[in-house]
T-cell receptor, first 114, second 114 residues
Framework: NAGVTQTPKFQVLKTGQSMTLQCAQD?????MYWYRQDPGMGLRLIYY???????DKGEVPNGYNVSRLNKREFSLRLESAAPSQTSVYFC?????????????FGDGTRLSIL | DQQVKQNSPSLSVQEGRISILNCDYT??????FLWYKKYPAEGPTFLIS?????DKNEDGRFTVFLNKSAKHLSLHIVPSQPGDSAVYFC?????????????FGTGTLLAVQP
């Protein structure tokens, strides 16, 4: 079971470069999420997709765009990278159904912007 | 404005003893709470959860307690094992949040000493 797969695992960018972080899940989950984790800040939601074809802003969306390509894939794009976007990025997904469903996380992408 | 707070950045416990991790929240509309465990270079993994209609939920060595009047929850690990050494995040879900969006605390690093 692959679960939630994120690529790449590591990336170094220069300020102003663009980059797309990929996320795919093979669990037939409906909802997908992008978080960033910074020291002392916990995980903060960037964007989420409740279902295929829909996306919405989270807590810290500025500087990012997302695409829900299909049910499996949810990508995060940095159009013009800034040093403040140096972080660890996590993708997560939740299954369909009523009630509360825990989120399943990928192992993260560590992004450094110089 | 941090709606979910983990005021202890770190905790050190002897193997076999009890570990107690604490979490406070400010929003009385939260109706579901979760604990995640995170090892270095991995994504968070779901550990245990509790609904706001309960005050205790137990799963093996892990028990979560919820005190709604104090807006406080805690995670008890008994007995603690070296493999429990990780960062623990508490998270809260707002009521009627159909998207399962979560608000995370900043995390507590637990070190279990052999």
């Amino acid at each position: 079971n692959a679960g939630v797969t994120q690529t790449p695992k590591f990336q170094v960018l220069k300020t102003g470069q663009s980059m797309t972080l990929q996320c795919a899940q093979d669990m037939n989950h409906n909802s997908m999420y992008w978080y960033r984790q910074d020291p002392g800040m916990g995980l903060r939601l960037i964007y989420y997709s409740a279902s295929e074809g829909t996306t919405d802003k989270g807590e810290v969306p500025n500087g990012y765009n997302v695409s829900r390509l299909n049910k499996r894939e949810f990508s995060l794009r940095l159009e013009s990278a800034a040093p403040s976007q140096t972080s660890v990025y996590f993708c997560a997904s939740t299954p369909p159904g009523r009630g509360h469903q825990p989120q399943h996380f990928g192992d993260g992408t560590r992004l450094s912007i110089l | 404005d941090q709606q979910v707070k983990q005021n202890s950045p770190s905790l050190s416990v002897q193997e076999g003893r009890i570990s107690i991790l604490n979490c406070d929240y400010t929003n009385s509309m939260f109706d579901y709470f979760l604990w995640y465990k995170k090892y270095p270079a991995e994504g968070p993994t779901f550990l245990i959860s509790i609904s706001s209609i309960k005050d205790k939920n137990e799963d093996g060595r892990f028990t979560v307690f919820l005190n709604k009047s104090a807006k406080h929850l805690s995670l008890h690990i008994v007995p603690s094992q070296p493999g429990d050494s990780a960062v623990y995040f508490c998270a809260a879900k707002p009521f009627r949040g159909a998207t399962n969006k979560l608000i995370f605390g900043t995390g507590t690093l637990l070190a279990v000493q052999p």
